[in-house]
């Protein structure tokens, strides 16, 4: 009861904030709702089917990519089709890729995912012609529901329209990631994390399951991926850089990979957090690498990990 | 040998780099011979392989018993605080030494002119291979890595500390990767950067040549550096492309890599 309390409070202050708040701290909002998405993606892979990714900045590579080619050459300026058409093509590009990761798990399946990344990212960097080079692609403004806003100031139109519209998109994407981690797939997900030999016993066919946990993270990772592109701007190749998969892998870890929520949590804190320590010092690695060790080794539940730990004492949170 | 995949290898070889650049300026400026600025150079790069030590002891010693996953993001957490500790450091400019890159002046082999430098360099890292392949199949702590890369258990059980032995391996393999680091730097510059982009070449080498296989390790990166230089100069574009395409193909089609043993 009490963690719908809260949530139900987290919606309100979210809806709320663009009335209420600093337009800067609103303009933050955008990344960490886009964030949010894409982790809840990563989180059906990493906390529910056991499988950690370090290459699922190539999905948001090709999410914002796609946005930038149809807003540009392609001239689509409509954000529906602009985030259908990135969650196609990323389950276009996931579906071998997938094919071929999940034969493996643990360490191999990090490294496997981490070189199709990088096969990306030298792709998207050498073929200047195509994809602008190290320099990138601009994302135009996209309509929402078919309303042009070319008009609209740019920063009115981001804390305005733009903004709810991440809000119903992360809304209707976390409604959907609770139904299918509470389906039957989402339990055969944990059952195959915690014992696969079991769960192939029970005649669960365990590789086919872990391709659909990659193929749904992957799609989620590519829509995500395409809402990053209109605060911005533009893309560029360092979206696809394996450090920005192990940024989304620390925001995970961050909230606490063991809850669902966790993940939305560790964007926002991550996002907020980054933002302040670059406003202190110009060395937010430093310090985030720290914070990030210190995670590990004492609290690899996450911020929700700890909550839970406060709550009730005695008893092991997460993992 | 240690079953961790350091992500932070990459770091500690650019940190050996940097280091590198610091003890031959300041060798050049104390007024030292040129012609032996190698000795400063490789001794400053084994030196801050010390680091290793600190990194192990104060972090990774935590997580062994943990899920592998962990391991892996504890190591991605030095790359962050490495890459800016460089960047406080040095600050974010590219250091070189490149007056003393020919120092040693130019050689004619096999009808191509190569520097002499680049020749030391080949010839001192035969040798560690050498010296490391002997390490590990003649000396007793040798035989003890290799027996605890196959049975931790049963290692302990017999009676090794291996606390110890981790925490000797995990340096030797640090101040390997900094004297790596160290030798490169004549040849070209040191940057924030190249550790964060020589964590995937390295990544790519081992996978190639198979995890935990040394022998495999140096043909892996033979493959690569052939390769890397039939690609520039056929069709740049591929040059990294193909490496990554190669290591997929290795993982899918030999997962253990062309020389991985039985146990993986």
């Known amino acids: 009861m009490t963690a719908r309390l809260v949530l139900g409070a987290a919606v309100v202050a979210v809806a709320l904030a663009p009335l209420v708040a600093p337009t800067y701290h609103v303009l933050l909002m955008l990344p960490f709702m886009a964030y949010a998405v894409v982790l809840l993606g990563l989180n059906l892979l990493f906390g529910y089917a056991g499988l950690l990714s370090f290459g699922h900045a190539l999905f948001i590579g090709i999410g914002a990519y796609a946005g930038a080619f149809l807003t540009g050459p392609l001239k689509v300026r409509s954000l529906e089709v602009i985030l259908l058409a990135a969650g196609g093509l990323g389950a276009l590009v996931a579906a071998p890729v997938a094919a071929l990761c999940v034969r493996y798990v643990k360490i191999y399946f990090g490294m496997l995912t981490l070189a199709f990344g990088m096969v990306f990212y030298t792709f998207v960097l050498k073929f200047y012609r195509l994809t602008g080079g190290d320099e990138g692609l601009p994302f135009l403004r996209p309509a929402l529901l078919g309303w042009s806003l070319e008009a609209m100031p740019k920063t009115d139109y981001l804390v305005g329209p733009y903004y709810y519209y991440s809000l119903a998109v992360l809304s209707v994407a976390a409604l959907c990631m609770w139904r299918i981690v509470h389906s039957p797939f989402g339990l055969c997900l944990k059952t195959i994390r915690d014992n696969p030999a079991k769960a192939e016993s029970l005649g669960i066919d365990v590789t086919r399951y872990r391709w659909l946990a990659f193929m749904l993270s992957a799609v989620y990772a590519a829509v995500g991926g395409a809402l990053l592109g209109p605060p911005t701007g533009n893309v560029d190749p360092t979206l696809l850089y394996w450090t920005h998969s192990g940024n989304i892998v620390f925001m995970t870890l961050l909230g606490g990979f063991a809850s669902f929520f966790g993940p939305v949590l560790g964007a926002f804190v991550f996002i907020y957090l980054q933002n302040w320590v670059m406003s202190v010092v110009p060395y937010w690695r430093l310090v985030f690498g720290a914070i990030l060790a210190a995670l590990v080794i004492l609290a690899p539940g996450g911020l929700m990990g700890l909550a839970a730990r406060r709550r009730r004492p005695g008893r092991l949170s997460g993992a | ?264």
């Open chain 2, 1 to 264: 040998m240690q079953k961790i995949f350091n992500l932070a290898c990459g770091s500690f070889y650019a940190l050996g780099a940097y280091v590198g650049v610091s003890a031959v300026s300041w060798y050049t400026s104390a007024g030292g011979p040129a012609a032996l600025f190698v000795l400063p150079l490789a001794l400053a790069g084994l030196a801050v392989g010390a680091i290793g030590f600190v990194v192990e002891r104060g972090l990774l010693r935590f997580v062994y018993d943990r899920d592998e996953t962990f391991q892996l993001l504890l190591t991605f957490a030095v790359v962050l605080m490495m890459e800016d500790a460089i960047r406080l450091t040095w600050g974010t400019s590219p250091q070189s030494t490149s007056a003393l890159y020919l120092t040693y002046g130019q050689v004619r082999v096999l009808g191509a002119t190569a520097p002499v430098y680049n020749l030391i360099v080949i010839a001192a890292s035969l040798v560690i291979a050498l010296l490391i392949g002997g390490l590990l199949t003649r000396t007793t702590f040798g035989r003890i890595i290799r027996a605890a890369a196959d049975n931790r258990e049963m290692v302990e059980a017999l009676g090794v500390d291996l606390r110890r032995v981790y925490a000797r391996v995990f340096t030797l393999g640090t101040a390997l990767g900094t004297l790596g680091g160290a030798l490169v730097i004549p040849a070209t510059a040191a940057m924030s950067e190249m550790g964060i982009e020589l964590i995937v070449e390295a990544f790519a080498v081992v996978v190639i040549g198979g995890l935990g296989s040394m022998r495999g390790a140096f043909v892996g990166a033979l493959v690569v550096g052939v390769l890397r230089a039939i690609a520039i100069s056929v069709y740049p574009e591929l040059e990294m492309l193909l490496i990554y395409l190669i290591v997929i193909a290795v993982l899918v089609l030999r997962p253990r890599g062309l020389f991985g043993g039985a146990a993986a």
